[in-house]
């Protein structure tokens, strides 16, 4: 048996604790905990996923080239990924009602701002505003573990899980349609009123209150310093791909991540109570989460929404098929198989064990990214290959490490690692594309086989350290 030293969490067993189990809530009130926690988590999904179709028609209703609204996304993410870690810690001390509360209080203002921006900036502006809802995913995964019985807690995250990816790809379709019809401003005031409604259902179905054994007070300078060190890590992984990984400012961004991430070492070992406790960081519960969530996304979603993409799209070295039918045919099954399969792989985590389950799915989606390795010229074989990573990438990997996140999270800081954790799929995400980049960019047979198997490489390494995450409590292996 493996276990956890004293520091980590997870929901209580019914042995050890049968009267918090009594309190948690279970059928009706549970089903309506989660359904309230899925409107929250697809007003952020909506937001990123409606958005991108709709983009070039934002630059161009500015009378600006399409290129100029890559901040548009950009800047969205870049807020998610800060506000994930620093809002999440937050509601140790605040409560998840009142996190939720002020996270969709901020995007709604952002959406206003959006709809009303008379000038490109303030749209940016408004989207950053937006990004911040990001951090609705980790505080959903925590909420789900504080009020929902152990058993039913898997399968609560699967369904959670299922939205990360959007809604089958019906969800981009629609935005693209809607932009084209009623123009990309009727997206945010769906959004909006989508907001308000998962507002006014937070207020009545999550409990209220701070979390149990929490001491001490916000860490605001350890925030303050891991969000720089997220603004330059973003900024050099994209500055890199665009400039050079040797180009001077590629270089400042470098040492600006490094003395960040230095400074927020150093404030950490110093704070008596941080946002996350240095030796945290250095154990087996939290490391090896996070280093495995970067190196699998870095690598599978290089493979289904880049490299694949540029592949399906290339008459002369690919398939030569047309945008529409390259998602329709690459990206849309893989979704709507990760809706079913990931609840699915919830109730397997909740029952087989978590560290099976993420093993399991990180393994075969390295059989899949080899899969499409091997056999890059024949469409129907990727096609394949991509469709079954919405079972073992979109189900089972991605149900199993965000639980994981929270069943391994300090007992301290519960919200840590699931915010920390939440920040680290961007960073991967953007990571693998940049290192791929330059090989599918040539165009070649060659070029994308040589991006694909770069993939494999960094998923196999993602394999070998989610060897090293330890087991949640009471859990063998």
Not at 305 to 329: E, K, R, W
């Amino acid at each position: 048996m493996n276990t956890p030293p004293a520091g980590t969490a997870s929901p209580p067993s019914a042995v050890e604790n049968e009267d918090v189990h009594q309190t948690r809530l279970s059928g009706r009130r549970a089903a309506l905990l989660i359904s309230t926690l899925l409107l929250g988590v697809l007003s952020f999904q909506l937001n990123a996923s409606m958005v991108t179709p709709a983009l070039p028609q934002i630059a161009a209703s500015f009378g600006l080239a399409a290129d100029s609204a890559a901040p548009v996304q950009s800047m969205f993410f870049l807020a998610g990924a800060i506000a994930g870690p620093v809002i999440g810690r937050w509601s140790d001390f605040i409560g998840r009602r009142t996190a939720l509360l002020l996270v969709l209080a901020i995007m709604g203002a952002g959406t206003v701002l959006c709809i009303a921006a008379p000038t490109l900036p303030l749209l940016i502006a408004g989207r950053f505003l937006q990004g911040v809802s990001s951090a609705v995913f980790a505080l959903s995964y925590i909420v789900l573990s504080e009020n929902l019985q152990p058993r039913v807690f898997g399968t609560s995250v699967g369904i959670i899980a299922a939205i990360n990816g959007g809604i089958g790809g019906v969800d981009g379709y629609v935005g693209g349609l809607m932009s084209e019809t009623l123009g990309f401003r009727s997206i945010f005031a769906v959004v909006l009123v989508l907001t308000a409604v998962a507002a006014v259902c937070i207020l009545r179905t999550v409990p209220k209150g701070r979390p149990h054994g929490v001491r001490g007070a916000m860490d605001w300078w350890g925030a303050g310093s891991l969000s720089v060190f997220l603004v330059f890590i973003t900024y050099f992984v994209s500055g890199g791909s665009a400039a050079g990984w040797t180009a001077p400012g590629t270089l400042a961004l470098l040492a600006g991540t490094v003395a960040s991430f230095a400074a927020f070492w150093m404030i950490e070992k110093r704070r008596s109570h941080p946002l996350i406790a240095v030796h945290h960081l250095r154990s087996r519960q939290v490391w090896p989460v996070i280093a495995t969530t970067v190196l699998t996304l870095a690598g599978i979603f290089a493979v289904m929404n880049f490299t694949v993409v540029l592949l399906s799209q290339d008459s002369d070295a690919g398939f030569g098929l047309s945008a529409s039918l390259s998602a329709l045919l690459f990206l849309t099954p893989a979704a709507l198989i990760g809706v079913f399969a990931a609840p699915l792989a919830g109730w397997l985590a909740g029952r087989r064990g978590w560290i099976k389950t993420l093993r399991t799915g990180t393994a075969l989606s390295l059989a899949c990214a080899i899969a499409a390795a091997l056999f890059a010229d024949n469409q129907v074989a990727v096609m394949i290959a991509v469709a079954a990573l919405g079972i073992f990438y979109n189900g089972l990997f991605l149900t199993a490490i965000n639980g994981l996140s929270v069943l391994l999270s300090p007992k301290e800081a519960p919200a840590s690692l699931p915010g920390i954790n939440g920040a680290s799929f961007g960073i991967g995400a953007s990571l693998g594309v940049v290192i791929v980049a330059p090989f599918a960019a040539q165009a070649t047979p060659a070029g994308y086989a040589t991006a694909l198997w770069i993939s494999v490489a960094i998923t196999a390494a993602a394999f070998i350290v989610s060897l090293f995450v330890a087991a949640p409590k009471g859990e063998t292996l």
